[in-house]
Structure formats: C-alpha cells, structure tokens
C-alpha cells in the first residue's frame, strides 16, 4: 500500500466510523460497499491491528480503532476544507452545497428552487436534508441552513429570504360548528391545531392596541404539512403564513379569522457557519433563492 492509498484508506475508516457503516459510508462518498470494505481490511493489513469488529449487520470499533480515527478524521476534515478553498477561488459556481431546512418549508419552496438552481448552475452538486429538528449546522458540516425567526446562535451568520406575513385562519366547516369569532378574547374558546413552533400565548395587535390570548386544542403537530392538513379537514384554528393558504382562501376552502388584527410577520433566513467565507456557489445559492422567494415577500412587495 502505497502512502496515497494509506491515505485514503484512512479518509474511507473515517467515513465509516462518522456514517456509522459500511453502506452509509459508501453512499456517501460514491463507492460500493465491496470497495470500502476492501480499503479498510488493506489498511488494518497494513498497520497489523484490527481497527473493526465486524458482524453480519453492524461493527463496533476497536481499542485501537479509537484512537487511529482521531488522525483520520482530521485528515479527512483537512481535505475537505483545502477542497472547498480551492472551489472558492473558481468565479464559477462549482462543487457541493449541503442545506438543510424544515420537511415542509423544504418540499413547498426550498426543493424546487435548488431544482431550478441546478438547472442554470449544472456543475454544482446539492446534498438535501429535510427534518424538522433544529439541525446542527457545524456539527454535521452543513453549509446552509433554513430558518425562521430570530437566531439563537451565535456561531452563525444569517441571511434574509423572505418575510410573510401569519395569519389566524379555520375551514367553513370549523366555523359553521364552532362559530365565527368577533374579538381575540374569542380565540381562548375554540379547539386550536397547536404546533409545535408557535407558543400557546398568542400575541396579536387590534386597532394600533397588543393582546395576549392563550389557546389550546385536541390536535398537537410538529410538521407544517401536518398542520394544514388537520386545518382543512376542520379539527379548529391555527395560526399558518398567509402565502402558504392564499390559494385555500381565494377558493373559499379556508377562512380568515378576524383580518383586521395582525400578527408579527415570520422571517425565513438562510443561515451559515460564522468564520466560513461565503463561496461563489454558495453566494449564488442564497442570491437565486433570495430571487426566487420576491413574489412572496411583504417586505418587498407590501
């Protein structure tokens, strides 16, 4: 084994223990798992110690497997980083862009337009990752991040996508059981479809004065989609973005509730590591989706 392929080998065993397999591992770095497992048996050939202990399904990692994969695995973040240096010299979007956003936001707008964003930028590869856990960007080595609201770390650097406006809103069918409410302290006697991301004290301003109303409700949902679906079918309230349910209001599928009362507007931001240079990919990334998201922006349109 000559001293290029050990390093390699030890990039692939850092891979593996970071992916926590094989077939992860493989996926990841777009190589078959017979060629993975190849290059860690050459590599514990080589140094005379086993650095797995492997079974039918999953491996455990040896004592001296531990301490080997320190050195590895900064190899490999070394190799990395002198990769994304160099890309960022190229005046030419190219190389991967890792971004992560909440499962609903992601398929209703982020997917589609990294869809198009390939379609003009080919040479630039887009790893996807929708969940609705507040993702650690840094820890997981992401380049960008969706989110809304204000941020909480310090440790990232934001920029703004859009800002929309939220809105109080029920189906016909709610409404024609339950009734229609006349004044915020009517909100506190309606079955609500809670989510997850917005506090139980609502706080909304009526005629230039703010109001605090506590809601409650038989639904409780962690996903944005979720959320919409239980409100269409007629299980209470929510509070939801306006360019989410323009269309259900123009239809007449959902109605809003008291229209002359303002909630505060939501923020999206695209979030990045502080300290890491905004490359030319990742610079046109945010300015597309900046572009892309103008229809729905109030704090452009009004």
Same mark, same amino acid.
């Given at each position: 084994?000559?001293?290029?392929?050990? #390093?390699?080998?030890?990039?692939?065993?850092?891979?593996?223990?970071?992916?926590?397999?094989?077939?992860?591992?493989?996926? /990841?770095?777009?190589?078959?798992?017979?060629?993975?497992?190849?290059?860690?048996?050459?590599?514990?050939?080589?140094?005379?110690?086993? *650095?797995?202990?492997?079974?039918?399904?999953?491996?455990?990692?040896?004592?001296?497997?531990?301490?080997?994969?320190?050195?590895?695995?900064?190899?490999?973040?070394?190799?990395?980083?002198?990769?994304?240096? +160099?890309?960022?010299?190229?005046?030419?979007?190219?190389? /991967?862009?890792?971004?992560?956003?909440?499962?609903?936001?992601? %398929?209703?707008?982020?997917?589609?337009?990294? %869809?198009?964003?390939?379609?003009?930028?080919?040479?630039?590869?887009?790893?996807?990752?929708?969940?609705?856990?507040?993702?650690? *960007?840094?820890?997981?080595?992401? &380049?960008?991040?969706?989110?809304?609201?204000?941020?909480?770390?310090?440790? *990232?650097?934001?920029?703004?996508?859009?800002? =929309?406006?939220?809105?109080?809103?029920?189906?016909?069918?709610?409404?024609?059981?339950?009734?229609?409410?006349?004044?915020?302290?009517?909100?506190?006697?309606?079955?609500? #479809?809670?989510?997850?991301?917005?506090?139980? =004290?609502?706080?909304?301003?009526?005629?230039?004065? $703010?109001? /605090?109303?506590?809601?409650?409700?038989?639904?409780? #949902? &962690? %996903?944005?989609?979720?959320?919409?679906?239980?409100?269409?079918?007629?299980?209470?309230?929510?509070?939801?973005?306006?360019?989410?349910?323009?269309?259900?209001?123009?239809?007449? &599928?959902? +109605?809003?509730?008291?229209?002359?009362?303002?909630?505060?507007?939501?923020? #999206?931001? @695209?979030?990045?590591? @502080?300290?890491? =240079?905004?490359? @030319?990919?990742?610079?046109?990334?945010?300015?597309?989706?900046?572009? $892309?998201?103008?229809?729905?922006?109030?704090?452009?349109?009004?």
């Amino acid at each position: 084994m000559s001293a290029l392929d050990e #390093v390699r080998a030890m990039m692939i065993f850092a891979r593996v223990v970071e992916e926590g397999g094989f077939s992860a591992a493989a996926r /990841k770095m777009g190589l078959s798992r017979a060629a993975i497992s190849h290059q860690i048996r050459q590599l514990e050939a080589k140094l005379g110690v086993p *650095l797995l202990r492997r079974s039918t399904r999953t491996f455990s990692i040896t004592d001296a497997g531990e301490r080997y994969y320190d050195s590895c695995r900064t190899i490999m973040l070394e190799a990395e980083a002198a990769r994304k240096r +160099v890309e960022e010299l190229r005046d030419e979007p190219v190389g /991967k862009i890792s971004i992560t956003s909440s499962v609903h936001l992601g %398929n209703l707008r982020i997917v589609p337009i990294l %869809n198009r964003f390939r379609r003009t930028y080919p040479s630039v590869a887009i790893d996807v990752h929708l969940s609705d856990d507040v993702v650690d *960007l840094i820890g997981m080595g992401m &380049d960008i991040g969706i989110r809304s609201g204000p941020l909480k770390s310090s440790d *990232l650097k934001s920029f703004k996508l859009y800002q =929309t406006r939220r809105i109080v809103c029920a189906s016909p069918d709610y409404l024609d059981r339950a009734g229609q409410p006349e004044k915020i302290d009517d909100l506190a006697l309606h079955d609500w #479809v809670m989510y997850s991301r917005i506090p139980e =004290t609502l706080t909304m301003t009526c005629n230039g004065t $703010e109001q /605090k109303v506590r809601v409650n409700g038989h639904v409780r #949902v &962690d %996903n944005a989609t979720a959320r919409l679906h239980f409100l269409r079918g007629g299980h209470g309230m929510a509070v939801v973005p306006l360019c989410d349910v323009q269309d259900d209001i123009e239809r007449g &599928d959902l +109605v809003r509730i008291l229209p002359d009362c303002i909630l505060p507007d939501l923020q #999206v931001y @695209a979030v990045y590591p @502080a300290g890491v =240079t905004r490359s @030319a990919k990742v610079q046109a990334l945010l300015e597309f989706m900046r572009r $892309e998201l103008r229809d729905i922006d109030i704090s452009r349109n009004g």
